[in-house]
């Protein structure tokens, strides 16, 4: 295929962070639309470029769309509590008009199967007006609408893993039975890759599913039969979106909005019920099993490229967190001296979070994330990636990685439910005898609830801080120690 100029965005979320390696692959001029240009800088492929900008912010999107052949739409805002459909169709409307002012040839949209005449959920409804608007830009637009994607880090099937493995007995509300028609990422990705070049006279809508049509329950009952779990699967009459949200987050990653968000569009049927797919594109898509077992075999790999929790929308963020002013900042500021190399101490930052915990007071990180359920927010159920080092970006339990410099600086932003904006950063500087390590916890607040709460948490966050830095100090000198040994 000749080289084109594309611009992507949603390239930090789960499809897009693997579409991005492919169409670079493919010798594409690849540029990103990112709002925290950062968190792209140290994953971005040969031949692609990021630009700092918004799909709400007219100006940005001019500077990102000249001179651009064929725009990707991946966005969408299912993570954020409320609004998240007015702020869905702003998007669209913004990127549609700098698109044709552009004079881009084509736009090409993922959206969400469902029958657009029923009463869908509100996320459906959103995603396929989403693509309704694009349609109406002028540009000639190919809507994918697809169903469950089937992938190792894709949040369907982390739900389906985590539910499958954790619970031996496990009650089945009615969502669980509708029918679904999901599609292994390999062929979503194929599909994406091959609309750069399907015939479009005129903005199309093209329905896309993998072989089979199947339910969440029969997902569990073909990912237990692949683990050789033995699994109990009792049928119950009612349980409310609201309950199975709460219920999804005390076992599996997902977090109660996303999961309320999940399970209302769960309840709609979202089956293929055309055949222009298989008339436009040369894609044949796998089934069910097959998707599932590629992505258990892959799925160190696959994982280690992107997941659901990727995307700055997943913890319903609108825009990328800048540093408070310095006159608001509330700060917490420590500093130990660590015999051993600025390596071996970046290294014991890393060890922060996920499965290992935190380095101090465990058990009250793990209560703090519990209430940060409870609040709707994401709680430490996202972890942390474990076959790659860190970089910028990632979710690490309830923070996100905002900036990762090594050997030289990590810095951390929160994304649990707070009344204002925190930040942990550790910045590291070599000495002649090793190197000190500085950790400050920096707190913007919000009003006076938000300086309430900072200073009812003084006692405890002194506890809290001056253990963890120490035992940091403590980790980085093992390491070193092991390195020389």
Not at 159 to 165: D, F, G, I, P, Y
Not at 410 to 430: C, N
Request: charged fraction near 20%; proline fraction near 5%; hydrophobic fraction near 45%.
């Amino acid at each position: 295929m000749p080289e084109r100029t594309i611009l992507l965005t949603g390239a930090t979320g789960y499809v897009g962070g693997r579409l991005l390696t492919q169409l670079a692959a493919r010798g594409h001029a690849v540029r990103c639309l990112a709002r925290n240009a950062a968190y792209l800088a140290q994953r971005l492929p040969a031949g692609a470029t990021v630009m700092q900008g918004d799909v709400t912010d007219p100006a940005s999107l001019a500077r990102a769309l000249a001179g651009v052949d064929t725009a990707y739409y991946l966005v969408h805002a299912m993570g954020e509590a409320s609004g998240f459909e007015a702020r869905e169709r702003a998007g669209a409307i913004c990127f549609a008009d700098a698109a044709l002012a552009a004079g881009v040839r084509r736009i090409i949209y993922l959206g969400a199967l469902g029958d657009e005449h029923a009463d869908l959920s509100p996320h459906l409804r959103s995603r396929q007006e989403v693509g309704r608007l694009l349609r109406q830009s002028g540009v000639p637009t190919i809507e994918l609408r697809a169903s469950i994607v089937i992938g190792s880090g894709s949040l369907s099937f982390e739900m389906v893993r985590a539910l499958t493995e954790h619970l031996p007995v496990m009650v089945m509300p009615r969502w669980v039975s509708v029918l679904a028609q999901p599609i292994g990422i390999q062929d979503l990705l194929a599909y994406l890759v091959e609309a750069l070049d399907v015939p479009l006279p005129e903005s199309l809508v093209v329905e896309i599913g993998g072989r089979d049509r199947v339910s969440y329950q029969g997902m569990m009952a073909e990912y237990a039969r692949q683990r050789g779990l033995r699994r109990l699967m009792i049928p119950v009459p009612v349980l409310t979106p609201r309950l199975s949200s709460l219920w999804l987050g005390l076992v599996t990653p997902l977090y109660a909005r996303v999961g309320r968000k999940l399970i209302e569009s769960i309840r709609h049927p979202t089956v293929v019920q055309s055949d222009l797919a298989a008339r436009l594109f040369s894609v044949r898509p796998i089934g069910t099993a097959e998707a599932m077992r590629t992505a258990l075999d892959h799925e160190d790999r696959a994982y280690a490229e992107t997941s659901w929790s990727d995307a700055v929308s997943a913890a319903g963020l609108t825009a990328p967190l800048a540093p408070p002013a310095l006159s608001d900042r509330l700060l917490d500021v420590r500093e130990v001296h660590v015999h051993a190399d600025a390596d071996a101490c970046f290294a014991a930052l890393t060890t922060l979070g996920g499965e290992e915990g935190w380095p101090a007071f465990d058990l009250l990180w793990r209560i703090r994330g519990a209430i940060d359920l409870v609040a709707g927010g994401v709680g430490l159920r996202r972890g942390r990636p474990t076959n790659r080092p860190l970089r910028a970006g990632d979710a690490l339990d309830f923070w996100r990685v905002e900036t990762c410099d090594r050997p030289t600086r990590l810095r951390l932003s929160a994304e649990m439910r707070l009344p204002g904006r925190a930040w942990f950063d550790y910045q590291i500087r070599r000495t002649a005898e090793g190197c000190t390590l500085r950790q400050c916890a920096e707190f913007d607040p919000s009003g006076l609830a938000g300086r309430l709460y900072w200073y009812a948490l003084v006692p405890l966050h002194a506890m809290i801080f001056s253990r963890t830095i120490t035992v940091l100090a403590g980790r980085a000198e093992q390491i070193a120690s092991g390195k020389a040994a």
